[in-house]
Structure formats: structure tokens, C-alpha cells
């Protein structure tokens, strides 16, 4: 009975700090909205993801279109990007399920799942530092990157730079890449299959990924 | 239980010299052997579920019983509930499973959360209203074949289960899944039989079909087969598997016409339904069909011939043997082949899934040792695990519900589930992959309907390919 009395009279003071907080501290979306960032959230179509790889027999590739996560940039980016340092570090976290990425064949799928642990480690995950610009300042269409950011496979975290390609159109953002990696950086073993069919460490990821403001609720 | 796989330990060195003398003497008589890779990918996948899919079995009948019998082979598959309005039957199937729960209402199943695919093995008449509600309340749906008594019902539940999103269904015709044939598909494609003649296959056995009924309502639900308003007859109740198999194994086209014969040759017990029945199917190019179902003999049992110009195919009991015509060019791999005498023709065995060198011993080294209707379950739970793990991934990344992105993500995501056997992929793959949809369901079920009415009506009936169509 007396532990319940504490805490019917601590709910108000409860209620009262947690409002306070939210006035207080730097909520991100609050914040963000203030600063005049789009959160661009990833859509379910106009993505797609490829591995491509090699191997003792034939070269090899996984596919998919399933890249989820989102991005906060300033209402001018990609084009502020291109000279303002503080547009050129916007948030960004990609997710790519382990599962949507498929080969032709299912033993492929089955190994590959198996060697990047899957069902502990469901989704490859990228997460951007920073963009570096190569295009000039003003050029129009697909602006270039330098992207720097930190691949997550298997759980190893490795920071890495890629070239990326950013452009806007009709609102959304359409981001595309391709960088090498070997497998063993992340601790994947490379998939022997029936057997005989060794693949190679050397792979490359490539990507587009398509994102749109999210809208109002 | 797993799959068995080939015992490589029981072959010793003693088979090796003999087998290799074998091959030797054989290669001196011109014969050949044609063996698929053994499925060691298969095996190994076999050796631990990566995942549990809740089953609920709807009618346990015969075949109801038997469904469960194959699914208690499969590791994979967890029985949660089991189904039949009969109390009698109810307990016997629920004997298979015991731990699952025991249910008079089919509605009660399908409002029990925890079953996440049903099967449908109840009467073909009792077909839609179960599988409509089934897909209705979001469940996976194996659906017993045919599909229906009426074209109307059998394109209810076909476009219900095309229009469904995240669901999987999959049509009866465990034929389509048995590996001997998804391995022999490709090989007959590749024009192995020369130019195709005609094909001709027959299921004989001596059996009523009537069953002894405790009273006379049961007697009208046991019976049902013999009933010509719910019945499609043997056309439809057995032969459509036959029926299935010339135009998708044999030519893979529609026939454009069937032909049909029917009489009550020996159970004169006052039943309408015809004990015995032929059914002539006509092919674009003039290549026909000869069918023949008996319940009044059960000589020759059960088998298909598929005749060419330069060789022919026949199968029996899973088993397939090819026999070449004289003037038949040498397709280069008879000389491991084994062959076995019939009568007064020499058969090389086409084997699905065997070892060479166990093979050419004389031994059964099949990797397939089930029926095919263990094979159809199979592809059935690793087809709605594949789409359920696709569906769990897309909701996780685009929370929100966006049906129509759902559904074209899981068109562009879908790997051969329903789709022809690759001649790329291994057997292993096409046999777990494989399956056949509403539409192969649909068309079958046109075509068992129509075969019934031929053998009713005793007349020729022309098949426009729109009837087969799923619009």
C-alpha cells in the first residue's frame, strides 16, 4: 500500500521532469527540424544492391533490392554538400537484410547466409562520416563523392571510403556506389559450396539506393 | 526423420572392381547409364531445421493421414493442430500427431494464431470455403488436388491465392515435385525422345472405393466419390495427375481436346460413377494421349510411356528406363548405363539422384526414397519459410504496411518458387524450390473437370486455351 502511494504521487513529478526534458534537451528530430533538415527515408522500390564475386569454376553474384535506412541532410543538399562542410557530414545509416541478397542458386544463398552468421548478424549496415566533394562547386545532375563511413558485416565495423554518386530528382534522392572489400576483412570465411566451388575473397558491393522525404504524419 | 542419404560406407572395394567391370562389360554392349549428381548440398541442409513452420491439417482421411505421416518425416514442419468434424476420424488422424490440438471446426483452426500454413485434404467440394477462409486469415495453403469440383470454385480459390500477398500456395499435384521427374524434365527436353509420338499411361487397381459407413449420413460424406453431382469421377479424383504429367513432363503444352469413355465394368453395387474409364487428350502437332483407369483389375498396375521417333521413356514406381530405336543417334553416355530386360526390349535405367558406382553394382542408390508427395510438403514449408523471412525483412525495413510494395517486392524477390525447373540449377535446388502454383492448380483442375465430362458424356470435347487461363 505505501510503495503504491509513492508512486501515484511521484507520476506528476515524473510527468513534469520528462516534459522538462523534452524542452530541454537536443531531441534529434526537434532539432533537426529546426535546423531545416529533410529526413529522407528509404523506399521500398528503386533500390537494388549487387555482390559480385569470383571463384575457382565461374564468377559469381547476389542480388537484391531491399536497402532500408534513412538520411537527414539540409533542404539544399546534395548541392550544399558541395561547399558547405557542415551539409557535406549528414546522417545517414543503411540497412541491406542478409536474406534479400540471392543468387541464382539456393546452396549459394544457404552458404553465404551461414558464413556471414546471419541469424545473428541479420543486416549489413553502413553508417556515413562524411562526404568529401569531387564535383565543382555548381555542377548540376549526379554530383561525386568521396563518401567515408563505417561498413558493419558479420558485427566487424571496418571505416572505408567509396565513390558515390548523389543526385536529386523529383524530390527524392538517388545515392549509388561500388567499393571492394575482401571478405576476410569481416571475419566471412569465403564460401566453399558442393564442395568443389571455392569463391574468391575479393568482392564488390555496388548499390543504388533510393530515399524520399518522409512525410507528415 | 531426415532424408536417408546414399551410404557411401556400405560400398566397398569388392563393389568398386565389380562395378567397374560392369561399366566395362556394358560399355562393350553399347549401353549407358545416365546419372544426376548425388545431392550432397540437399543432405547437408538436411542434417538441422533452420526453421519450424506451425502446420494445421484440415480432413484426415486417408490422405489426410498419409499428409501427416509425410510431414512427420520432415524436421522442419511442427503439427500444431489437426482437423476433422468426424470424432472418429478426428482421433485417429490426432493420433499421428499427438501434440497437437484436436479440433472439430476447421473456423478454430484458422483463428489459432500460432498455425501459420494449413494443409486441405478434405473433400474437393469442401475445397473453397475452407482455402478461401484459410488465405482470408493469413494462412499458408497446401490445397489437395483437384482443386475443386466446379471450374467457378476452382478459380475462386485460384485467384484468392493469386491476389494474396506474403502467402504461399501451393496446388496438389505432388507429381510436379517428385525429383525423379525434375530430374528427367530437362534431360526429355533437351529432345532426347526425338520428335514426340504419342504418350500412354494407366493407373489399374482393384478396389471399391466405396467405403462401410456407420450410418447413412455418413455414408453420403464417406462416399462422396461416388457421388456424379460432387465426384469428377476417376478422370478427376486420380487420373489428373497422369493427365498433368504428358502435357507439363512430356511436351509442356495444353491439350486442345479430350476424349472420354466410362462404364461400370464390375462394382455393379447401384453406384452412377464410372468403375472404369479411358481418356484420349489431343496435343498441338497430333500427338495424343492414351489413358486408361481401372478399379476393377490391378494387372499392370500403375506406369507411362512416353513414345519418340529415336527413343522412349517409360516410368514406373519412380523409377524411369529409356529405350533407344535401333537407328537412334549415340547420345555418348551409354556406356556407364545400366540396363535392365523387359520382356523383349533392354530398358537403360535413368536414375534420379544415384552414385555411379553404386548404381552400376545393381544396387538401389537412389537420393529420393520418399514419395512424391513428401517431396511436394518439402518444397512446400522451405517455400513459405523463404517467403516468410522475405516478408519479416521487408517489414522490418519499410514498417507501415505498403501492401502493393510488398507485393511487387516479393515479385521481383521470388526465386523458381513456381517457376519451370532450371536445367542450370542442381537437382537439390529445383526439388526444394520447385512447386506448382494456382495457375498450374487452376489448369489442371480445367482439365480433370473436363476429362470427367467427356467419360460422363462419352463424347469429344474441344479445350480453347483461354479455359485454361487464370484471368
Redesign the interface.
Known amino acids: 500500500m505505501k510503495s503504491e502511494i509513492i508512486f501515484r504521487r511521484s507520476i506528476p513529478l515524473v510527468v513534469t521532469a520528462f516534459i522538462c526534458s523534452l524542452a530541454i534537451q537536443p531531441v534529434s528530430a526537434q532539432t533537426n527540424a529546426s535546423a531545416g533538415l529533410v529526413r529522407y527515408q528509404?523506399q521500398?522500390?528503386g533500390s537494388s544492391c549487387k555482390i559480385d564475386g569470383t571463384s575457382n569454376i565461374h564468377d559469381w553474384s547476389m542480388e537484391?533490392?531491399?536497402?532500408?535506412?534513412f538520411m537527414e541532410a539540409d533542404a539544399g543538399f546534395p548541392d550544399s554538400a558541395l561547399t558547405n562542410a557542415a551539409a557535406a557530414r549528414p546522417v545517414v545509416q543503411v540497412?541491406i537484410?542478409v536474406?534479400?541478397l540471392?543468387s541464382?542458386?539456393?546452396?549459394m544463398d544457404?552458404r553465404m547466409q551461414k558464413e556471414m552468421d546471419e541469424p545473428n548478424h541479420k543486416n549489413i549496415q553502413y553508417r556515413l562520416i562524411e562526404l568529401k566533394p569531387k564535383s565543382a562547386a555548381g555542377a548540376t545532375g549526379a554530383l561525386q563523392f568521396d563518401a567515408t563511413g563505417v561498413l558493419t558485416v558479420k558485427g566487424v565495423s571496418r571505416t572505408n571510403t567509396m565513390p558515390v554518386t548523389i543526385q536529386k530528382a523529383e524530390g527524392k534522392l538517388k545515392v549509388a556506389g561500388a567499393i571492394a572489400v575482401k571478405m576476410t576483412d569481416f571475419g566471412v570465411t569465403p564460401p566453399v559450396?558442393?564442395?568443389m566451388f571455392t569463391t574468391g575473397d575479393d568482392i564488390k558491393l555496388s548499390f543504388e539506393w533510393v530515399t524520399a522525404p518522409k512525410p507528415a504524419p | 526423420m531426415n532424408p536417408p542419404t546414399p551410404d557411401a560406407s556400405g560400398f566397398n572395394r569388392r563393389d568398386f572392381l565389380k562395378g567397374g567391370s560392369f561399366a566395362t562389360l556394358m560399355a562393350m554392349m553399347g549401353g549407358v547409364q545416365l546419372l544426376a549428381p548425388v545431392d550432397?548440398?540437399r543432405a547437408e541442409?538436411s542434417k538441422e531445421p533452420k526453421f519450424k513452420l506451425k502446420f494445421g491439417v484440415i480432413g484426415l482421411g486417408a490422405w489426410g493421414r498419409e499428409m501427416l505421416d509425410q510431414l512427420g518425416r520432415t524436421p522442419e514442419a511442427q503439427i500444431v493442430a489437426v482437423c476433422d468434424h468426424y470424432p472418429a476420424s478426428l482421433k485417429r488422424g490426432g493420433s499421428k500427431a499427438p501434440d497437437a490440438a484436436q479440433i472439430a471446426d476447421y473456423k478454430e483452426l484458422l483463428a489459432n494464431k500460432d498455425v501459420q500454413a494449413v494443409i486441405v485434404a478434405t473433400p474437393t467440394h469442401l475445397h473453397k470455403d475452407i482455402v478461401l477462409a484459410a488465405l482470408a486469415a493469413g494462412k499458408h495453403v497446401y490445397c489437395e488436388m483437384p482443386l475443386a469440383h466446379t471450374i467457378e470454385d476452382a478459380k475462386a480459390i485460384a485467384m484468392a491465392a493469386k491476389n494474396s500477398v506474403g502467402q504461399f500456395f501451393q496446388s496438389g499435384l505432388q507429381m510436379r515435385c517428385d525429383p525423379q521427374r525434375q530430374w528427367l524434365s530437362p534431360h526429355i527436353r533437351t529432345g532426347v525422345l526425338g520428335k514426340p509420338v504419342m504418350a500412354r499411361s494407366q493407373w489399374h487397381k482393384k478396389q471399391s472405393w466405396r467405403v462401410p459407413s456407420p450410418n447413412p449420413t455418413r455414408e453420403i460424406e464417406l462416399n462422396w466419390r461416388l457421388d456424379p453431382k460432387l465426384s469428377l469421377g476417376l478422370a478427376g479424383e486420380v487420373s489428373l495427375h497422369l493427365l498433368d504429367q504428358a502435357g507439363w513432363f512430356f511436351l509442356n503444352k495444353l491439350p486442345v481436346a479430350v476424349t472420354g469413355h466410362g462404364a461400370i465394368a464390375h462394382w455393379k453395387d447401384g453406384r452412377e460413377v464410372a468403375d472404369t474409364a479411358q481418356v484420349q487428350l489431343e496435343y498441338p502437332g497430333g500427338v495424343q494421349l492414351s489413358h486408361d483407369v481401372t478399379l476393377a483389375c490391378s494387372f499392370d498396375a500403375e506406369h507411362e510411356i512416353y513414345f519418340g521417333n529415336e527413343t522412349t521413356v517409360m516410368m514406373r514406381d519412380g523409377n524411369a528406363w529409356m529405350f533407344k530405336e535401333v537407328d537412334a543417334p549415340l547420345l555418348g553416355w551409354e556406356v556407364y548405363a545400366r540396363r535392365d530386360e523387359f520382356y523383349k526390349a533392354t530398358g537403360i535405367a535413368l536414375v534420379a539422384g544415384g552414385s555411379k558406382q553404386t548404381s552400376l553394382t545393381g544396387g538401389s542408390s537412389s537420393a529420393f526414397p520418399f514419395p512424391p508427395l513428401y517431396y511436394a510438403l518439402d518444397a512446400f514449408l522451405k517455400n513459405c519459410a523463404e517467403l516468410n523471412?522475405?516478408v519479416e525483412?521487408?517489414n522490418?525495413?519499410?514498417p507501415g504496411g505498403?501492401k502493393q510494395?510488398?507485393k511487387?517486392?516479393l515479385a521481383?524477390?521470388a526465386?523458381p518458387t513456381g517457376q519451370e525447373v532450371?536445367p542450370?540449377?542442381?537437382a537439390?535446388?529445383n526439388v526444394?524450390?520447385f512447386a506448382p502454383r494456382q495457375d498450374v492448380g487452376f489448369a489442371a483442375t480445367v482439365l480433370a473437370i473436363k476429362a470427367n465430362e467427356a467419360v460422363v458424356k462419352g463424347r469429344r470435347i474441344e479445350l480453347p486455351k483461354e479455359i485454361f487461363e487464370l484471368a
Not at chain 1, 537484391?64 to 535506412?69: A, F, H, M, V
Open positions: 528509404a521500398p522500390k537484391g533490392t531491399l536497402i532500408g535506412g540497412s537484410p536474406r534479400s540471392k541464382p542458386h539456393t546452396t544457404t559450396t558442393l564442395g | 550432397e548440398a541442409e523471412a522475405s525483412d521487408f522490418t525495413n519499410f505498403d510494395a510488398l511487387e517486392y521481383s524477390a526465386r532450371s542450370t540449377a542442381t537439390a535446388e526444394i524450390r
